[in-house]
């Protein structure tokens, strides 16, 4: 049964993984629930903390994985972090992030050893003492700190991941720095996916497998916000979240037959 806040919905986020796909593989119903957006009508954008490609290379694997799914039609951490620091008059940056993903970050000046702002993304199994401690030098010598997000933990095909949040707060202890959130739950980062929308926050349901960056960080923004029980979620650790979600669904396919 589909949740009545999401009945009434004028628009659409819609997180991508965990909700259509779990390491390179589509979820069930996945591309049906695509296929029905895209004859809807309904406006909608996916909304994403994956930062570990750029969103060139994040639409041609979701291609290949048969993910009908458009750069164009995503919002990633990276995009807001690109405004953020637009908005800062383009300041010399260390993009500790993935090679793939230095590419949303082109336009920007680098260094890494007097950058003014530190933009710390998902590096996977590089990260080291090394690169942590070249980062905690910059922020001690006056560098600010965005993390594309803070996420605790994210779902790949062999569980659950450790994920980049536990380096961002290990540089903010160490630094008595709090650092910028760019991506989910960011009010920032929604506003971005709501203007491309175009529209106001209460016609606008958030559907994601995530209950702080998703649910919590939509319902924040003014919108509501649905959990996927696919993905991440995990109902004994949601359990202990004082996060209560606007509706529930079990699969993204469940929203194919009301768009349609």
């Given at each position: 049964?589909?949740?009545?806040?999401?009945?009434?919905?004028?628009?659409?986020?819609?997180?991508?993984?965990?909700?259509?796909?779990?390491?390179?593989?589509?979820?069930?119903?996945?591309?049906?629930?695509?296929?029905?957006?895209?004859?809807?009508?309904?406006?909608?954008?996916?909304?994403?903390?994956?930062?570990?490609?750029?969103?060139?290379?994040?639409?041609?694997?979701?291609?290949?994985?048969?993910?009908?799914?458009?750069p164009t039609e995503i919002v990633t951490a990276a995009t807001a972090a690109v405004m953020y620091l637009k908005q800062m008059d383009k300041p010399k940056i260390y993009p500790l992030v993935a090679e793939d993903a230095k590419q949303d970050f082109a336009e920007f000046t680098w260094s890494d050893t007097d950058a003014d702002v530190i933009v710390v993304g998902d590096i996977g199994n590089d990260w080291n003492y090394r690169l942590m401690n070249r980062a905690?030098?910059?922020?001690?010598?006056?560098?600010?700190?965005?993390?594309?997000?803070?996420?605790?933990?994210?779902?790949?095909?062999?569980?659950?991941?450790?994920?980049?949040?536990?380096?961002?707060?290990?540089?903010?202890?160490?630094?008595?720095?709090?650092?910028?959130?760019?991506?989910?739950?960011?009010?920032?980062?929604?506003?971005?996916?709501?203007?491309?929308?175009?529209?106001?926050?209460?016609?606008?349901?958030?559907?994601?497998?995530?209950?702080?960056?998703?649910?919590?960080?939509?319902?924040?923004?003014?919108?509501?916000?649905?959990?996927?029980?696919?993905?991440?979620?995990?109902?004994?650790?949601?359990?202990?979240?004082?996060?209560?979600?606007?509706?529930?669904?079990?699969?993204?396919?469940?929203?194919?037959?009301?768009?349609?």
């Open positions: 049964m589909l949740p009545n806040s999401l009945k009434s919905a004028q628009g659409l986020l819609l997180d991508l993984n965990g909700v259509f796909y779990v390491g390179n593989r589509p979820l069930p119903g996945a591309q049906a629930a695509i296929a029905a957006l895209q004859n809807s009508g309904l406006p909608y954008r996916y909304v994403t903390n994956n930062t570990t490609q750029s969103t060139a290379s994040m639409g041609q694997s979701l291609q290949a994985m048969g993910l009908a799914i458009a905690f030098r910059l922020m001690m010598k006056g560098a600010q700190l965005i993390a594309l997000h803070r996420g605790k933990y994210w779902q790949w095909e062999a569980g659950l991941q450790l994920d980049i949040g536990a380096f961002v707060a290990g540089l903010e202890y160490a630094t008595d720095q709090t650092a910028i959130v760019a991506g989910k739950p960011s009010p920032f980062f929604y506003q971005i996916a709501l203007e491309q929308l175009g529209m106001s926050a209460e016609d606008v349901v958030m559907i994601g497998d995530d209950l702080e960056a998703d649910v919590k960080g939509a319902q924040d923004a003014g919108m509501k916000g649905i959990v996927l029980t696919t993905g991440k979620y995990r109902s004994h650790l949601a359990a202990k979240m004082n996060v209560t979600p606007d509706g529930e669904l079990a699969a993204i396919g469940a929203i194919s037959d009301w768009l349609t």
